[in-house]
Antibody, heavy 120, light 107 residues
Protein backbone atom coordinates (compact mmCIF):
# COMPACT_ATOMS: atom_id res chain seq x y z
CA UNK A 1 0.00 0.00 0.00
CA UNK A 2 1.14 3.53 -0.77
CA UNK A 3 -0.21 6.61 0.96
CA UNK A 4 0.68 10.11 -0.25
CA UNK A 5 0.50 13.27 1.79
CA UNK A 6 1.72 16.85 1.74
CA UNK A 7 -0.44 18.30 -1.00
CA UNK A 8 -2.33 21.55 -0.61
CA UNK A 9 -2.75 25.11 -1.79
CA UNK A 10 0.45 27.03 -2.46
CA UNK A 11 1.16 30.40 -4.03
CA UNK A 12 3.08 30.72 -7.30
CA UNK A 13 6.79 30.60 -6.60
CA UNK A 14 6.29 28.60 -3.44
CA UNK A 15 7.54 25.18 -2.40
CA UNK A 16 6.00 21.96 -1.18
CA UNK A 17 7.27 18.56 -0.09
CA UNK A 18 5.18 15.54 -0.95
CA UNK A 19 5.56 12.28 0.95
CA UNK A 20 4.60 8.72 0.14
CA UNK A 21 4.64 6.07 2.85
CA UNK A 22 4.88 2.45 1.78
CA UNK A 23 3.70 -0.64 3.62
CA UNK A 24 3.17 -4.31 2.86
CA UNK A 25 6.30 -4.80 0.76
CA UNK A 26 10.05 -4.39 1.06
CA UNK A 27 10.34 -0.75 0.03
CA UNK A 28 14.13 -0.80 -0.31
CA UNK A 29 13.91 -3.48 -3.02
CA UNK A 30 12.05 -1.37 -5.56
CA UNK A 31 12.55 1.55 -7.87
CA UNK A 32 9.87 4.14 -7.09
CA UNK A 33 8.28 6.82 -9.21
CA UNK A 34 6.08 9.92 -9.19
CA UNK A 35 3.38 10.55 -11.79
CA UNK A 36 1.14 13.60 -11.96
CA UNK A 37 -2.15 14.40 -13.64
CA UNK A 38 -3.40 17.93 -14.21
CA UNK A 39 -7.19 18.40 -14.03
CA UNK A 40 -8.81 16.74 -17.04
CA UNK A 41 -5.43 15.94 -18.56
CA UNK A 42 -3.32 12.87 -19.27
CA UNK A 43 -0.87 11.14 -16.96
CA UNK A 44 2.61 12.64 -16.90
CA UNK A 45 5.62 10.74 -15.60
CA UNK A 46 7.62 13.01 -13.29
CA UNK A 47 10.61 11.16 -11.79
CA UNK A 48 12.16 7.78 -10.92
CA UNK A 49 14.57 6.80 -8.17
CA UNK A 50 16.60 3.64 -7.82
CA UNK A 51 16.46 1.39 -4.76
CA UNK A 52 19.52 2.94 -3.08
CA UNK A 53 18.70 6.48 -4.22
CA UNK A 54 21.91 6.77 -6.23
CA UNK A 55 20.16 7.03 -9.59
CA UNK A 56 17.43 9.57 -10.15
CA UNK A 57 15.73 10.63 -13.35
CA UNK A 58 13.33 13.51 -13.84
CA UNK A 59 11.37 14.70 -16.86
CA UNK A 60 13.48 17.28 -18.63
CA UNK A 61 10.92 20.07 -18.36
CA UNK A 62 10.93 19.85 -14.54
CA UNK A 63 14.63 19.49 -13.87
CA UNK A 64 15.93 21.99 -11.39
CA UNK A 65 12.52 22.54 -9.81
CA UNK A 66 11.49 19.05 -8.70
CA UNK A 67 13.68 16.62 -6.72
CA UNK A 68 12.89 13.02 -5.90
CA UNK A 69 14.39 11.34 -2.83
CA UNK A 70 13.74 8.44 -0.50
CA UNK A 71 14.36 7.20 3.04
CA UNK A 72 14.47 3.41 3.04
CA UNK A 73 14.66 3.26 6.84
CA UNK A 74 11.25 4.92 6.94
CA UNK A 75 9.86 3.25 3.78
CA UNK A 76 9.16 6.69 2.43
CA UNK A 77 9.42 8.45 -0.90
CA UNK A 78 9.52 12.21 -1.31
CA UNK A 79 9.09 14.82 -4.02
CA UNK A 80 10.35 18.32 -3.34
CA UNK A 81 8.56 20.88 -5.48
CA UNK A 82 9.96 24.38 -5.81
CA UNK A 83 9.34 27.52 -7.87
CA UNK A 84 5.80 26.27 -8.36
CA UNK A 85 3.68 27.51 -11.23
CA UNK A 86 -0.03 27.36 -11.99
CA UNK A 87 0.64 24.59 -14.52
CA UNK A 88 2.01 22.38 -11.72
CA UNK A 89 -1.52 22.09 -10.34
CA UNK A 90 -2.26 18.38 -10.44
CA UNK A 91 -2.87 15.19 -8.53
CA UNK A 92 0.50 13.66 -7.71
CA UNK A 93 0.69 9.88 -7.48
CA UNK A 94 3.53 7.77 -6.16
CA UNK A 95 3.88 4.27 -7.58
CA UNK A 96 6.03 1.20 -7.15
CA UNK A 97 8.06 0.10 -10.13
CA UNK A 98 7.74 -3.65 -10.48
CA UNK A 99 9.68 -5.96 -12.76
CA UNK A 100 7.31 -8.78 -13.83
CA UNK A 101 9.88 -10.02 -16.30
CA UNK A 102 13.58 -9.23 -16.48
CA UNK A 103 14.11 -5.85 -18.08
CA UNK A 104 10.42 -4.95 -18.16
CA UNK A 105 9.20 -2.23 -15.81
CA UNK A 106 5.63 -1.56 -14.71
CA UNK A 107 3.90 0.70 -12.21
CA UNK A 108 2.09 -2.04 -10.33
CA UNK A 109 1.12 -0.41 -7.03
CA UNK A 110 -0.24 3.13 -6.84
CA UNK A 111 -1.18 5.49 -4.08
CA UNK A 112 -4.48 7.35 -4.01
CA UNK A 113 -2.82 10.63 -4.97
CA UNK A 114 -2.36 13.98 -3.27
CA UNK A 115 -3.61 17.22 -4.81
CA UNK A 116 -1.39 20.24 -5.33
CA UNK A 117 -3.04 23.52 -6.24
CA UNK A 118 -0.87 26.47 -7.22
CA UNK A 119 -2.82 29.68 -7.05
CA UNK A 120 -2.68 33.14 -5.53
CA UNK B 1 12.06 11.76 -24.41
CA UNK B 2 10.18 9.19 -26.44
CA UNK B 3 6.81 10.51 -27.59
CA UNK B 4 3.77 8.26 -27.41
CA UNK B 5 0.70 8.99 -29.53
CA UNK B 6 -2.64 7.29 -28.94
CA UNK B 7 -5.67 7.15 -31.18
CA UNK B 8 -8.49 7.77 -31.06
CA UNK B 9 -8.61 10.25 -28.18
CA UNK B 10 -12.13 9.05 -27.41
CA UNK B 11 -14.65 6.55 -28.66
CA UNK B 12 -18.18 5.42 -27.98
CA UNK B 13 -19.17 1.78 -28.29
CA UNK B 14 -21.91 -0.60 -27.23
CA UNK B 15 -21.88 -3.51 -24.83
CA UNK B 16 -20.42 -6.54 -26.55
CA UNK B 17 -18.51 -4.53 -29.17
CA UNK B 18 -14.91 -5.20 -30.04
CA UNK B 19 -12.83 -2.13 -29.27
CA UNK B 20 -9.35 -1.36 -30.52
CA UNK B 21 -7.03 1.40 -29.30
CA UNK B 22 -3.72 2.14 -30.96
CA UNK B 23 -0.49 3.58 -29.61
CA UNK B 24 2.48 4.70 -31.69
CA UNK B 25 5.96 5.35 -30.34
CA UNK B 26 8.26 8.05 -31.69
CA UNK B 27 11.04 5.49 -32.04
CA UNK B 28 11.33 1.74 -31.80
CA UNK B 29 10.77 0.55 -28.23
CA UNK B 30 10.76 -3.20 -28.79
CA UNK B 31 7.97 -4.58 -26.62
CA UNK B 32 8.58 -2.23 -23.69
CA UNK B 33 4.98 -1.07 -23.70
CA UNK B 34 2.37 -1.13 -20.94
CA UNK B 35 -1.35 -0.39 -20.88
CA UNK B 36 -3.24 1.09 -17.94
CA UNK B 37 -6.91 1.67 -17.20
CA UNK B 38 -8.00 4.69 -15.19
CA UNK B 39 -11.49 5.38 -13.88
CA UNK B 40 -12.57 8.86 -12.76
CA UNK B 41 -11.07 9.92 -9.44
CA UNK B 42 -8.96 6.77 -9.18
CA UNK B 43 -5.33 5.86 -9.71
CA UNK B 44 -4.50 3.87 -12.85
CA UNK B 45 -4.48 0.09 -12.87
CA UNK B 46 -2.01 -1.98 -14.87
CA UNK B 47 -3.68 -4.11 -17.58
CA UNK B 48 -0.97 -5.27 -19.96
CA UNK B 49 2.82 -5.27 -19.77
CA UNK B 50 5.53 -6.15 -22.26
CA UNK B 51 3.05 -5.30 -25.01
CA UNK B 52 1.02 -8.51 -24.74
CA UNK B 53 1.28 -10.01 -21.24
CA UNK B 54 -1.88 -9.84 -19.18
CA UNK B 55 -1.45 -8.61 -15.62
CA UNK B 56 -2.70 -11.05 -13.00
CA UNK B 57 -6.38 -10.59 -12.26
CA UNK B 58 -7.19 -8.71 -15.46
CA UNK B 59 -10.09 -10.20 -17.48
CA UNK B 60 -9.10 -12.15 -20.57
CA UNK B 61 -11.21 -9.92 -22.82
CA UNK B 62 -8.27 -7.50 -22.68
CA UNK B 63 -5.35 -8.21 -24.96
CA UNK B 64 -2.35 -6.37 -26.33
CA UNK B 65 -0.21 -6.74 -29.41
CA UNK B 66 2.54 -5.04 -31.36
CA UNK B 67 6.25 -4.33 -31.25
CA UNK B 68 8.64 -1.69 -32.45
CA UNK B 69 6.58 1.46 -32.88
CA UNK B 70 2.97 0.29 -33.30
CA UNK B 71 0.85 -1.25 -30.57
CA UNK B 72 -2.77 -2.18 -30.00
CA UNK B 73 -5.02 -2.72 -27.00
CA UNK B 74 -8.13 -4.74 -27.77
CA UNK B 75 -11.23 -5.31 -25.66
CA UNK B 76 -12.90 -8.30 -27.28
CA UNK B 77 -16.38 -7.80 -25.83
CA UNK B 78 -16.96 -4.46 -24.15
CA UNK B 79 -18.53 -4.56 -20.69
CA UNK B 80 -20.13 -1.73 -18.69
CA UNK B 81 -17.24 -1.68 -16.22
CA UNK B 82 -14.78 -1.02 -19.07
CA UNK B 83 -15.88 2.60 -19.29
CA UNK B 84 -12.62 4.36 -18.49
CA UNK B 85 -9.59 6.10 -19.95
CA UNK B 86 -6.80 3.91 -21.25
CA UNK B 87 -3.14 4.92 -21.40
CA UNK B 88 -0.15 3.36 -23.06
CA UNK B 89 3.31 3.82 -21.52
CA UNK B 90 6.78 3.11 -22.80
CA UNK B 91 9.48 1.82 -20.47
CA UNK B 92 12.18 1.37 -23.08
CA UNK B 93 14.40 3.75 -21.16
CA UNK B 94 14.66 3.94 -17.38
CA UNK B 95 15.46 7.58 -17.95
CA UNK B 96 11.82 8.34 -18.65
CA UNK B 97 8.58 6.37 -18.68
CA UNK B 98 6.37 8.49 -20.92
CA UNK B 99 2.62 8.00 -21.30
CA UNK B 100 0.38 8.43 -24.28
CA UNK B 101 -2.36 11.05 -24.31
CA UNK B 102 -5.09 8.60 -23.32
CA UNK B 103 -8.21 7.18 -24.94
CA UNK B 104 -11.54 7.69 -23.25
CA UNK B 105 -13.94 4.79 -23.80
CA UNK B 106 -17.62 5.50 -23.31
CA UNK B 107 -20.40 2.97 -23.33
Amino acid sequence: QLVESGGGLVQPGGSLRLSCEASGFTFSSYWMTWVRQAPGKELEWVANIKQDGNERYCVASLKGRFTISRDNAKSSLFLQLSSLRAEDTAVYYCARVGIPRRGYYVMDVWGQGTTVTVSS
Amino acid sequence: DIQMTQSPSSLSASIGDRVTITCRAGQSIGSYLNWYQQKPGKAPDLLIYAASSLQSGVPSRFSGSGSGTDFTLTISSLQPEDSATYYCQQTYSTLSFTFGGGTKVEI
